[in-house]
């Protein structure tokens, strides 16, 4: 298809290599794209990955959010995924309390749900 641009060939921002097409990434459409699949539906993409995967995805994207000062929004997911993990049992098992507490941990660690300033009183007097 791109044989007449040649085997390698840049035009804005996609290069052209062979048959394919690379384009710039789209950081925010996939962290959005990621946040929508993993919290959607919790229960069922704990059933199709396995908690331990799903943890990790959820811990992968939190710590991309964070990153990009959406921290409210990473305590949000471990938030989902601490009541998730608290309410699952494997085979009549409860999930270890250690994991409950990591998470935990990592959630807290996000700062709350509240985002800067947010509750602060203002230093100035009310009108």
Do not use: C
């Not at 229960?43 to 000062?69: C, F, P, T």
């Not at 949000?76 to 990591?102: F, T, W």
């Amino acid at each position: 298809m791109f044989d007449s641009i040649g085997p390698n060939h840049r035009q804005g921002t996609s290069i052209f290599v062979d048959s394919f097409i690379i384009e710039k990434a789209d950081m925010a459409g996939a962290g959005k794209l990621l946040t929508a699949a993993l919290s959607t539906k919790p229960e069922e993409m704990v059933e199709s990955l396995g908690h331990v995967d799903y943890k990790w995805y959820i811990d992968q994207v939190s710590n991309w959010l964070a990153r990009q000062d959406k921290a409210a929004e990473a305590y949000r997911l471990q938030d989902m995924l601490l009541k998730l993990l608290s309410g699952r049992s494997i085979h009549g098992r409860k999930v270890l309390p250690g994991v409950l507490g990591a998470v935990r941990e990592r959630r807290d660690s996000y700062g709350g749900k509240k985002p800067r300033g947010a509750g602060r009183k203002s230093p100035l007097p009310a009108r």
